[in-house]
């Protein structure tokens, strides 16, 4: 399975007990969608490099009533990197909810206050 089968799988998951959202960390590129006849489909035009969340930054924000967390998606072998838990430790500092979910059972500990807030990471 892709991390990114496993954002959607957890994303619904999730569902049941508030929204996760999806977020985007590092640089990317914005534009105005246009459509081009040459191509015979939309093109992205007037293209500007901008800045999203700072690195390190979970894969998803949830939040449900009364509660947030920071969800990092890793595949079962998928790698953690430094800058994501350290992101972790200092949301946990915060006492905010957050942790590497591998699986969806994981997600659901997280977000409900069952995952153990430990410093293995699973890596």
């Given at each position: ?97 957050a942790g590497i979910a ?22």
């Amino acid at each position: 399975m892709t991390e990114s089968a496993l954002q959607n799988q957890i994303r619904l998951a999730l569902s049941e007990y508030g929204i996760a959202f999806r977020t985007n960390s590092g640089e990317f590129y914005q534009g105005k969608r246009i459509y081009d006849p040459r191509f015979g489909q939309d093109v992205l035009v007037n293209l500007r490099r901008v800045a999203g969340l700072p690195k390190g930054f979970p894969d998803l924000l949830f939040v449900g009533e009364g509660t947030v967390a920071f969800l990092e998606c890793k595949t079962p072998h998928g790698r953690v990197r430094p800058e994501q838990e350290k992101f972790i430790e200092q949301m946990r500092r915060l006492h905010h909810r957050a942790g590497i979910a591998r699986s969806v059972q994981d997600a659901i500990q997280i977000v409900t206050g069952g995952m153990t807030y430990g410093t293995d990471y699973g890596v």
